[in-house]
């Protein structure tokens, strides 16, 4: 299992710790007692859980540049028509990705394009979930431009439990669909607002995975005049 960069240096501390920690039991408790193999077994199920955390599969992702892939892993929490105020200020289809702390949280980019605003916010610590965490919560907010000239936002919002978010994205970068676009460490949500005419593919309750699962497709009149 391949490891994230964003984890690698937990994963080596929390194996020392944990080493330091057996150590201890071993000495502290007789070979067969009942006490020792809970200790091991406990600590051994902490280490699973953080190697498991910091996972990032290989992924083989087709590239199409009529479709919006999902940014991350994770079960689709909003879909609705709303009004996007930090940047547009106006109408918006809106599809909200939670993320527990089970799924892959590594971030990819929905689509082609360039970045054309980048802005972070800090913020409150919300559970992901909740209505306003996408405008009270500590958060990133990231404007692409594809190459068809179509704007839509990304939001990484922290959770209650998720208090780094982090984000390769500047102002000016050109990305590409399916690369890594950040990490959010121990479970929050990504939000997208895509054009009003966009088609939307998924319902509140998908599972989805990042790269992997569409979204959404861009109206082909859209597309075709831009």
């Not at 020792?36 to 992702?61: E, H, K, M, N, W």
């Not at 394009?113 to 409150?124: F, L, T, W």
């Not at 500590?138 to 922290?158: C, S």
Request: charged share 20%.
């Amino acid at each position: 299992m391949q490891i994230h960069k964003e984890g690698r240096k937990i994963v080596i501390f929390t194996a020392i710790f944990m080493m330091a920690c057996a150590g201890a039991a071993i000495v502290l408790f007789p070979p067969s007692s009942w006490q020792l193999y809970l200790i091991l077994a406990l600590l051994l199920s902490f280490f699973s859980g953080i190697v498991y955390f910091f996972r990032s599969p290989a992924r083989r992702i087709k590239k199409d540049r009529e479709v919006v892939y999902s940014p991350a892993d994770g079960r689709v929490v909003v879909v609705e028509q709303t009004t996007e105020k930090e940047v547009f200020d106006q109408p918006m289809k809106q599809v909200s990705v939670f993320m527990s702390p089970l799924n892959v949280h590594l971030n990819r980019f929905p689509t082609d394009g360039k970045v054309s605003r980048y802005v972070y916010h800090p913020g409150k610590y919300l559970v992901a979930w909740h209505p306003k965490s996408s405008q009270l919560n500590e958060r990133n907010t990231i404007v692409i431009e594809t190459p068809q000239g179509i704007r839509y936002m990304l939001r990484q919002i922290a959770g209650v439990l998720a208090r780094r978010i982090i984000c390769y994205c500047r102002e000016g970068m050109e990305v590409r669909q399916g690369e890594e676009l950040g990490f959010i460490k121990f479970g929050s949500r990504v939000d997208l607002f895509l054009p009003a005419d966009a088609q939307i593919l998924v319902k509140p309750g998908d599972r989805v995975k990042g790269g992997l699962s569409v979204l959404a497709r861009f109206n082909e009149a859209h597309q075709s005049a831009s």
